[in-house]
């Protein structure tokens, strides 16, 4: 799969702001690559496909401000399995965009999985970092998938533990059992949401919200997303919003395909981004 080369990816704007501009992301530019990436994913479902591994490094954005969904390694078809999804691909979505269904341990999925990440990429442009950044559990040698305590406890901290009440099918969930050892958290979203940097609405929360809703049978869908009232109320995103806006970023780096080994160290991948940061150029290129 090929596509246009895009200058920029949501990663590297997010870092760019929190450190060199210091400064929030325009509300504008959020609305208008959050509807993009939202109408991409509602593209990917209509057509039976489950991205599996949204992220702010795997969503690219071209200089005119056009965004573009990348990595689609994880994608897989949904419409007609032959088996659970889980049966083959045991981890999907990088730790802190994962749905709370798949931390449980769920073997059945639904779309609902990417746009709970889409809620954590929408959470993160605003407030320039991973809204609930865990620590990863790593498989052991017999490949036996760890429950990840870590990860719920910082979605817990601040979307409140789940109750019975709002997640009725909870406790059809293999790992449901360990929901007794974690203390009772209220829900804080709301408080996060106004110590998040950029300018904010209430139907921004309604979204935010909507979109981080532990349910996934009642997470909106992207279709629903596209039609918030929060994409139909001023600023309204636009699609090449930084040529309207005369915003521009720094060019990603680009280095020589070589044996040069100081060259290779040039541009080293943070171990915490969980991205993939250096981009090769063919020799000939």
């Not at 691909?89 to 709970?116: C, N, Q």
């Not at 636009?238 to 806006?245: D, I, T």
């Amino acid at each position: 799969m090929v596509f246009e080369y895009a200058e920029h990816d949501f990663l590297q704007i997010i870092h760019y702001h929190l450190h060199t501009e210091r400064k929030p992301i325009l509300e504008v530019v959020i609305k208008s690559i959050l509807w993009q990436l939202i109408n991409g994913v509602a593209y990917l479902h209509s057509n039976w496909v489950l991205h599996r591994d949204l992220k702010p490094a795997n969503v690219l954005l071209t200089s005119e401000g056009i965004v573009k969904t990348g990595d689609l390694g994880l994608a897989r078809l949904f419409n007609k399995p032959i088996q659970p999804l889980f049966n083959g691909d045991k981890v999907v979505v990088t730790i802190w965009y994962r749905a709370p269904e798949l931390l449980f341990g769920s073997r059945h999925y639904t779309k609902a999985i990417d746009m709970w990440a889409v809620g954590c990429i929408f959470g993160e442009l605003l407030a320039l970092k991973p809204i609930f950044k865990g620590e990863e559990a790593k498989m052991d040698g017999k490949k036996n998938v760890p429950f990840q305590r870590s990860q719920l406890t910082k979605i817990f901290e601040i979307m409140g533990t789940p109750t019975k009440e709002r997640w009725p099918t909870i406790d059809q969930l293999p790992d449901y059992p360990h929901l007794s050892s974690f203390p009772q958290c209220p829900n804080n979203l709301k408080q996060v949401y106004q110590m998040m940097l950029s300018p904010k609405s209430e139907a921004g929360f309604n979204l935010l919200s909507a979109l981080l809703e532990y349910d996934p049978a009642k997470r909106i869908t992207a279709e629903k997303a596209l039609n918030h009232p929060y994409f139909q109320e001023d600023p309204k995103p636009v699609m090449n919003v930084l040529v309207q806006q005369g915003v521009e970023y720094p060019l990603r780096r680009i280095t020589q395909e070589d044996n040069d080994i100081k060259a290779s160290k040039q541009v080293q991948p943070n171990k915490d981004d969980h991205s993939n940061r250096m981009i090769k150029k063919p020799r000939n290129a």
